[in-house]
């Protein structure tokens, strides 16, 4: 039952909001004040701002449990790491950032289990702009799964291969329990055409980098153009031009 409403909660909120795009929903439990912004220098700065951005790019994190979904998304939205989270639990946040110079907000759907039933999860993956295929590096079957994660989007995006995904390999601090090598996790980036980037929930390593390199490329197909001069959240690096697509980012 308590699946249920959590089921029914997420999905008001995101239809509620593809239908009126302007309005902030009271509905997402999880919405923040908090405006985050990437300065040149790698520092992230946060201050409240009373107006909401209109520009919201909806982000959905797929992967098998156990990957660190949560903590991924609650290390970006908090800066915090959450040792243990209800694995059960799908949830919704927003908060409003700041990308290249721009005010928008970022929509991130959690997910966690209830896309074991196809319905659900078509239903999330429609309303997705950009998608974060998670798996640990200390899991090789966590690994093999990020391939059917991908055909369930590809499925559900009608065979749309530009769709905006990132592969995160993510327990990078646990370098010691690594089964997926670097170059595993390359070349399957490769044939999707997509970014790889290792990540740590723990440490916060490139945790902002991918949630910001995939809102680019979210707005990137919705305007058409993003500023060339954006700049690595990390660590304040310009991006080359001419950045091949399948990039890896450890
Ligand atoms: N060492 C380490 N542990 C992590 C990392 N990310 C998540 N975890 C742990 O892995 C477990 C599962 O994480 P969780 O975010 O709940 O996974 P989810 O099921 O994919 O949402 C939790 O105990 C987390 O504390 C990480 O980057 N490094
Ligand atoms: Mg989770």
């Not at 790698?42 to 949560?70: D, E, F, Q, R």
């Not at 993510?170 to 997926?180: C, M, Q, T």
Request: with cysteine.
């Amino acid at each position: 039952m308590r699946r249920f409403w959590s089921w029914l909660k997420i999905n008001v909120f995101w239809v509620f909001d593809l239908c009126c795009p302007s309005e902030k929903s009271d509905l997402n439990s999880k919405d923040t004040d908090v405006e985050s912004t990437m300065s040149a220098g790698g520092k992230k700065s946060t201050t409240a701002t009373p107006n909401a951005a209109s520009l919201v790019h909806k982000v959905i994190m797929v992967g098998s449990g156990g990957v660190g979904k949560s903590a991924l998304t609650l290390q970006f939205m908090y800066d915090e790491f959450v040792e243990e989270y209800e694995p059960t639990k799908a949830d919704s946040y927003r908060k409003k950032v700041v990308l290249d110079g721009e005010e928008c907000s970022i929509d991130i759907l959690d997910t966690a289990g209830q896309e074991d039933y196809s319905a659900i999860r078509d239903n999330y993956y429609r309303s997705g702009e950009g998608f974060i295929c998670v798996f640990s590096i200390t899991d090789a079957d966590s690994f093999d799964a990020t391939n059917e994660f991908r055909e369930q989007i590809l499925r559900v995006k009608n065979n749309d291969t530009s769709v905006p995904i990132v592969l995160v390999g993510n327990k990078g601090d646990l370098a010691d329990s690594r089964v997926i090598s670097l170059a595993q996790a390359q070349a399957r980036a490769e044939q999707w055409n997509a970014h790889y980037v290792e990540t740590s929930a723990k440490t916060h390593n490139n945790v902002d980098r991918v949630f910001y390199d995939l809102m680019r490329e979210i707005k990137r197909r919705k305007v058409g153009f993003v500023p060339s001069n954006s700049t690595n959240p990390e660590r304040g690096e310009k991006k080359k031009k001419g950045l091949k697509k399948a990039c890896t980012i450890i």
